[in-house]
């Protein structure tokens, strides 16, 4: 790759993100996307819009993002209707909810990717900000995965080299049980041709497939990734794991493909069992506040039963709209919208 950032042999790249009235978090996220050292003439910006009654398609627009008309029941539909639409050699999955923390990030993700064709892609640290609650920061800084029954459900991966700024990682053998593949995912465009990813995309499902194909490793950029805000608050992290469940089922129709059968650590039954009896959730709490000296680790055992609470709604969610039968039609601005947690990033001195 050159160096000269006004280079046009610098591969084109292309953004994309799902959007439902983001109207309160787009700001940050297309702001952070055009700090990017990476030149702006070489990449895209496209959101896949499910009808947003706010502001959203007016923030976009103010950005130059080209915004899609996303008419589908989830959110993996509006991705990829983006991707069908994208011109870039490279794709970068983003959620309104994401701030891309350094403006090298892109920069030196692309790169890395592109010296290292044995990797599937390009994750993203998840580092805490100033614009989020302590919550928030536990959920996405320290658990990664900003969800306990995930996180207990996931797989250690494993830090197999480093060169430089450029991590090199792979899971144990003989399980793929880990959620890989969103909030600031670099891909290269021909792998996720490769497994037809703009016919079945689900952000985890390609990532899981790659590996299967063979693709056995992915890359960090040490120190750098995405500030996720995924929810501020307890109630609405419960909230957001009653809509996150329901759109799992969904897809579930769709595709019954789930990372959480390809061999977890723990069965999702005894996942469940650790976090109402508390014991486990005690014993998590102690170590992290041990082993990082950081009191964020004291939300482990309330969002543990969260999680569950928050799962178990989903479930009789869904089941109720399908037995009424108003889970149906177009559009992401039915059920999904109604379920749509308020979410916010905190003020800071600057704002």
Request: hydrophobic share 40%; proline share 6%; charged share 20%.
């Amino acid at each position: 790759m050159p160096s000269n950032p006004d280079n046009h042999e610098w591969p084109r790249l292309s953004f994309i993100m799902p959007t439902l009235n983001a109207g309160a978090l787009l700001d940050n996220i297309l702001a952070s996307i055009l700090r990017q050292t990476y030149p702006r003439d070489r990449y895209e910006i496209l959101l896949a819009d499910a009808h947003s009654t706010d502001d959203t398609r007016k923030i976009a627009q103010k950005y130059g993002a080209i915004v899609l008309d996303d008419n589908g029941r989830n959110m993996e539909e509006g991705k990829r209707l983006a991707l069908r639409q994208a011109t870039g050699e490279f794709i970068i999955f983003v959620d309104a909810d994401n701030e891309i923390t350094h403006p090298d990030y892109i920069e030196l993700a692309v790169k890395a990717l592109a010296a290292n064709p044995q990797a599937l892609g390009v994750e993203s640290y998840y580092l805490p900000s100033a614009k989020m609650s302590s919550f928030c920061a536990y959920l996405t800084n320290r658990l990664h995965i900003s969800d306990p029954l995930c996180w207990l459900m996931s797989s250690n991966p494993r830090l197999q080299s480093r060169q430089g700024d450029v991590e090199h990682w792979a899971l144990p053998p003989g399980t793929y049980s880990y959620p890989l593949g969103a909030n600031g995912f670099v891909y290269r465009r021909a792998d996720l041709e490769s497994v037809a990813a703009n016919e079945k995309f689900q952000d985890t499902h390609v990532a899981m497939f790659l590996l299967k194909n063979g693709k056995k490793e992915w890359l960090r950029i040490t120190g750098r990734g995405v500030h996720h805000y995924y929810v501020q608050t307890l109630p609405g992290f419960v909230k957001k794991r009653r809509r996150a469940i329901v759109h799992f089922l969904r897809v579930q129709e769709e595709m019954p493909v789930n990372w959480m059968k390809e061999k977890p650590p723990l069965p999702l039954w005894l996942a469940g069992v650790y976090c109402v009896t508390f014991v486990g959730p005690v014993w998590h709490t102690l170590r992290g506040l041990l082993r990082d000296g950081d009191g964020r680790w004291l939300w482990h055992v309330p969002a543990c039963l969260g999680s569950v609470l928050g799962s178990a709604w989903g479930v009789l969610t869904y089941r109720q709209h399908r037995r009424n039968g108003t889970d149906k039609g177009t559009g992401n601005g039915n059920l999904i919208a109604i379920l749509q947690p308020k979410q916010e990033l905190l003020k800071t001195d600057g704002q």
